[in-house]
């Protein structure tokens, strides 16, 4: 059973900065490329960044872009979402998500599998 499980949220002020991690709980996961989303209360999730499975190509939300940045390390099926200069309009629920295509995968319904999201929230 594959499984994405997100860490690394929690409470920060303007400014700050936090980097999330998703582990992926199958190997070949590890391969497929990976994405972030973001979900506020009341609101549509939202794209925030993903990476293809080699590392290579990077796509950004406009709310992400210049702030955020995606990396990734296949060989500790990680991927990381390093995020500075936090606003509090950043509050959301994070996901993590997976997909085994390529292309510009800025849709989530091309994800296939997807984590339990970890909060995130930015104080003013």
């Known amino acids: 059973q594959v499984q994405l499980v997100e860490s690394g949220g929690g409470l920060v002020q303007a400014g700050g900065s936090l980097r999330l991690s998703c582990s992926a709980s199958?190997?070949?996961?590890?391969?497929?490329?990976k994405g972030w989303f973001r979900q506020a209360p009341g609101k549509e999730r939202e794209f925030v960044a993903a990476?293809?499975?080699?590392?290579?190509?990077?796509w950004y939300g406009d709310s992400a872009e210049g702030r955020f940045t995606i990396s990734r390390d296949n060989a500790k099926n990680t991927v990381y979402l390093q995020m500075n200069s936090l606003k509090p309009e950043d509050t959301a629920v994070y996901y993590c998500?997976?997909?085994?295509?390529?292309?510009?995968?800025?849709?989530?319904?091309?994800?296939?599998?997807w984590g339990q999201g970890t909060q995130v929230t930015v104080s003013s």
């Open positions: 998500a997976a997909a085994d295509r390529g292309g510009t995968l800025i849709r989530g319904d091309l994800y296939d599998y």
């Open positions: 199958v190997r070949t996961v590890s391969y497929y490329a």
């Open positions: 990476i293809n499975w080699t590392g290579y190509s990077t």
